[in-house]
Structures are given as C-alpha cells and as structure tokens.
C-alpha cells in the first residue's frame, strides 16, 4: 500500500499534464481546422472572382462584336444611298464573322471590308 501513495506523491502532476497536453493538442486541431476553413473561402472568393471576370470579358466581347456588326451593316446602307443616288445596281454580301463587301453591278467599283 505504501508503494502505490508514494507514486501518487512523486507525480501529483501527471493527471493535469496530461489533461493539459490534450487540451492544448485540441486548441491546435481547432486552430488549424480554422486556418483551412480560411484556405478555403480564400481560394473559393479567388475563383468566383475569375468568373465573374471571364463573364464581363464574354459580356464586353459580344458588346464589340455587335458594334462590329452595327458598323458594317451602317456602311453597307451608306453605300447603298450612294450606289441608289448614281442611278446604279449593286449587292451587298455580310458573313457571320462581320466581313462585308460590296460590288456595283452595272459599275466597274468593288469594295471589300478587311
């Protein structure tokens, strides 16, 4: 009996080290839990961030090619209005990619966009 209460006496600390290396092994699990939870939103914010910024380059894009095409299909009725004013007969072709070009039929000028 007398073994056992001198082992308790040399080590009185031992239950509260051991208590307190598992309480500070939590504070670390918790910390680096928080830590990767922050990763995470960080990278999550970061990509949402590139989408929408492909979105406004798609977005910005389509604005330039309609306004291509605005233009095109503008000088196209400006030569028009030309082509009608001179008495002439013309055509005018406009593909998908915004090229044009136009041709006097019963003329000898041809004009081609680049």
């Known amino acids: 009996m007398g073994s ?12 509260a080290a051991a208590a307190k290396s ?6 670390q699990f918790k ?8 990763r995470e ?3 999550k914010a970061q990509a ?14 389509e604005r330039m090619r309609s306004r291509e095409d605005d233009e095109a ?3 196209a009725r400006r030569v028009h209005e030309e082509v009608q004013a001179g008495g002439g007969s013309w055509s005018v072709m406009v593909s998908d990619d915004g ?3 136009v041709t ?6 041809s004009l081609w966009s680049l």
Do not use: C, I, N, Y
């Open 4 to 15: 056992w209460a001198s082992l308790v006496q040399k080590h009185p600390a031992a239950p």
């Open 22 to 27: 598992s309480s500070d092994s939590f504070e």
């Open 31 to 38: 910390r680096a839990a928080r830590e990767k939870e922050e």
């Open 41 to 43: 939103k960080a990278l």
């Open 48 to 61: 949402e961030q590139v989408e929408r910024e492909k979105e406004r380059l798609r977005r910005e894009q």
């Open 73 to 75: 299909l503008e000088q």
């Open 99 to 101: 090229q044009w070009s």
């Open 104 to 109: 006097m039929v019963s003329g000898q000028w």
